[in-house]
């Protein structure tokens, strides 16, 4: 290889034309830049100059931008001690967008089974969360393969979801995003990474916390006949044959997930090479890229969490050869990346509660309080969000007691100029101090309660490192009530308590800083 080299250094020797050298066995790949050693006239030391990637090139004739050339016979050969070579940082996975893009299909899945399931929203809005969860994921059946579910449910359905979550894995991979399909290893090692990824996510999706079958829906937590009802009261149709009871647990879907959500991810990648990419020929044509999008969905859906067009490919947006990628240097971060990411911040608070004393079980009234704020941005749009409030209360006789609130989610928006636009979703608990027991009307004691904060947020900021904010929205709050859940199943492992939710109306202000 051929390299131009110039530069400035004011005792450098003149020469009226660049002069061409060569460095054996450095490769194109590994050469980023040189330091070389030039001597200064009239100096018994060196002075080290850096010898920068090309402003142009040509093939394999790269052109160093200078205004003075250097004599080749300051540059010594590469494997000399006064010329080093470095190559480019090496690029790591990108834990952080590949764990919020897996938070976003959870959170659209999940989203989907409420809007389509309605016993699914009665557990969820009626039911002791935590408790109802552990219960239900203490009693997962792994004696057995099936669940319950059919044949499109458990071998379609379940193995594209893997599909989908291995995708996500790839174009966060930087050694697999642009492997292309064959016998190379890069591509199957990639793939195979991008397997082990999707058993963990289909397993955190049965099992998890929070976000998970056992947790919404409480599979595991019921016993049921497919296509019946609640086993043994359900009633069925003369005639018709029915599964078996089952509390929707078995070994298929973290087997099928994973194992045959490969075999999507392969096959949609070999029809992208052997039929989109003959037929495009280079092409990005809407017709192709239409075609490339519907043939691959599980890699449009990976496209779509990743706020990417749906036929998005790595390389459209990184065309440069393996030969020369390493002399272009790596683009800069985002601009809201120098932007101070962590906000702490005090504030003003009121929400109209229902607060229990002795003169008035459950009156809903105004409070007022104080707390704090602190935030956390991972992304240019999501920021991890969270607040902890105090409203105080003296709890004497006829009096209501205190309440504390903590919150802790998200909030997704931007900024125009000075102005901030939030939307914000942050479970949580209230903390009564007082409050009545279930079914009683004299008894008191202090219980805390699951909160769930709905809203919208908007700040001003006053300079780079500081805003004034303002939120406003919906607390629900769970409330137990001394009634049993008129929907329990006959078999269960859940709890018989029955919660209510009621919304209350929260407004907070308060002043942020930034660093």
Request: one cysteine or more; proline letters at 8%.
């Amino acid at each position: 290889m051929l390299l131009w080299a110039s530069l400035t250094p004011a005792s450098s020797f003149a020469q009226s034309a660049p002069i061409p050298f060569s460095q054996e066995g450095a490769s194109n790949e590994s050469i980023v830049h040189s330091t070389v050693h030039i001597p200064d006239r009239g100096a018994p030391d060196f002075t080290q100059v850096e010898l920068h990637p090309p402003a142009f090139q040509n093939d394999d004739i790269l052109w160093m931008e200078r205004s003075t050339p250097l004599h080749p016979a300051l540059i010594s050969h590469s494997s000399s001690k006064a010329t080093q070579a470095s190559t480019p940082p090496h690029e790591h996975f990108h834990w952080g967008p590949a764990l919020l893009q897996s938070f976003e299909f959870l959170a659209i899945e999940h989203a989907f089974r409420l809007a389509d399931d309605s016993y699914a929203r009665h557990l969820l809005l009626h039911k002791p969360f935590w408790h109802d969860y552990l219960a239900s994921a203490d009693h997962f059946d792994m004696s057995r393969w099936g669940d319950g579910d059919n044949f499109l449910i458990s071998y379609i359905a379940h193995p594209l979801q893997g599909s989908v979550a291995s995708d996500i894995f790839v174009q966060n991979d930087p050694g697999g995003r642009s492997a292309k399909f064959g016998r190379s290893s890069e591509y199957w090692y990639s793939r195979l990474k991008a397997t082990v990824w999707t058993a963990a996510y289909s397993a955190y999706f049965e099992i998890g916390p929070i976000l998970s079958e056992a947790a919404i829906g409480n599979e595991g937590g019921y016993t049921y006949i497919p296509g019946c009802g609640f086993y043994p009261t359900c009633t069925k149709e003369p005639g018709r044959q029915y599964k078996p009871p089952t509390n929707n647990t078995g070994w298929v879907d973290f087997v099928s997930t994973p194992i045959v959500g490969l075999g999507w991810t392969v096959l949609e990648d070999a029809v992208e090479v052997h039929i989109v990419d003959r037929l495009a020929k280079g092409r990005h044509t809407a017709r192709y890229d239409l075609l490339r999008a519907a043939l691959t969905p599980s890699r449009t859906m990976a496209n779509a969490l990743a706020f990417k067009r749906p036929w998005y490919r790595y390389d459209d947006d990184h065309p440069r050869s393996a030969a020369h990628k390493a002399f272009y240097p790596a683009a800069p971060p985002p601009a809201w990346k120098n932007d101070p990411r962590w906000d702490i911040g005090v504030q003003f608070t009121s929400i109209n509660l229902p607060m229990d004393r002795e003169d008035c079980s459950g009156c809903k009234a105004f409070v007022a309080g104080f707390g704090f704020t602190f935030a956390y941005r991972p992304t240019r749009f999501v920021y991890l969000d969270n607040e902890f409030n105090v409203f105080p209360g003296s709890g004497s006789y006829g009096q209501r007691g205190g309440a504390q609130e903590g919150l802790f989610g998200l909030k997704a928006g931007g900024h125009l100029r000075k102005w901030g636009l939030f939307g914000v979703v942050r479970p949580g608990f209230v903390h009564y101090d007082k409050a009545l027991v279930p079914g009683s009307a004299t008894d008191y004691e202090s219980t805390t309660r699951f909160a769930l904060d709905l809203g919208g947020l908007i700040e001003y900021s006053v300079s780079r490192r500081s805003a004034v904010r303002f939120n406003f929205g919906t607390t629900f709050i769970h409330y137990l009530t001394a009634r049993p859940d008129p929907q329990q199943p006959p078999v269960s492992v859940l709890s018989t308590d029955y919660y209510v939710t009621q919304g209350n109306f929260q407004f907070t202000t308060g002043y942020v800083f930034r660093f």
